[in-house]
């Protein structure tokens, strides 16, 4: 069996249609692994509140300076249950965020986590400083978890007057933005942008009708069911108000959400950040 010693002084905008959409330009960049965003599970989840989780790799020991042997079964169940209490954490976010957990192997949940961004950011291409992370039980009943660092839940100012509706009646089109809560897709195909998921109800969505670039208007207007996940630029999100990531983390997204096949049905619950922070002070 082999051991390993463990040292502890070690240390784009929406699909087209008539009130939200346009193109973007797919520019080659690299984009962080999945084994990467997995390898920093610890700080992702200090960073959204969690607890610390101990790495498995670095069990501290009664006495400074001793060491433990482990057996790559130890190692592996260690990881296991580090696995499974960040799920049970970000399970009772979405729980706690009005979404439903689907439980069924053909289902999906995803949780996103929204750091609110002005439109104009990134000289008006906006910016994938949100997060998500999805969730679901395999066959087996085991907690399945991935995370994905650079995702985008809001509109940029590129689009500014081009797409979206009329809320306020000023006779502008106002950009608008998914609302926090709950919301489930299927999956779907776009000509313009491949696989997508497609909402399976409207979309109530937050209007910017001061075109300041924040949403705190309190206007809304329905987007019907045009505010889908679909990959965006590199360089810009490349949204009107669709969830977007850079083309390839979408590709690792979409290889994760149909890696047992398409999912019957995906939930879809979205919170904004400062709640975290707000929970956690």
């Not at 330009?25 to 607890?51: F, I, M, V, Y």
């Not at 192997?105 to 008006?124: A, F, H, K, P, Y």
């Amino acid at each position: 069996m082999t051991v390993s010693t463990i040292n502890t002084n070690s240390q784009v905008p929406n699909e087209q249609n008539t009130n939200q959409s346009t193109t973007h330009t797919q520019n080659q960049q690299a984009t962080p692994t999945q084994n990467e965003l997995q390898n920093n599970e610890a700080s992702r989840n200090s960073h959204h509140g969690l607890q610390n989780l101990q790495n498995v790799n670095s069990i501290a020991s009664t006495q400074e300076g001793d060491t433990y042997t482990l057996s790559d079964l130890q190692i592996a169940e260690q990881r296991q249950v580090a696995n499974d209490n960040s799920f049970d954490y970000y399970r009772g976010l979405i729980e706690e965020n009005g979404g439903t957990f689907l439980e069924s192997s053909d289902q999906r949940n995803i949780l996103g986590l929204r750091c609110e961004t002005n439109t104009t950011e990134n000289d008006n291409q906006g910016a994938y400083d949100d997060k998500m992370i999805m969730l679901w039980l395999d066959e087996d009943g085991k907690k399945q978890i991935r995370y994905y660092e650079s995702t985008n839940t809001e509109p940029s100012a590129r689009y500014e007057g081009k797409y979206g509706v009329d809320a306020d009646g000023d006779g502008k089109k106002d950009l608008g933005r998914m609302p926090v809560g709950y919301q489930e897709y299927t999956v779907g195909k776009s000509a313009k942008f491949g696989d997508v998921l497609r909402p399976t109800s409207d979309t109530h969505a937050e209007r910017d009708t001061d075109h300041d670039g924040d949403f705190d208007d309190e206007e809304f207007a329905s987007a019907g069911k045009s505010m889908i996940f679909h990959p965006g630029g590199n360089n810009m999100t490349g949204s009107a108000g669709c969830q977007t990531l850079p083309p390839d983390e979408y590709d690792t997204f979409w290889e994760d959400l149909t890696q047992d096949g398409s999912p019957s049905l995906v939930g879809y619950t979205l919170m904004n950040t400062n709640t975290l922070d707000e929970n956690s002070d």
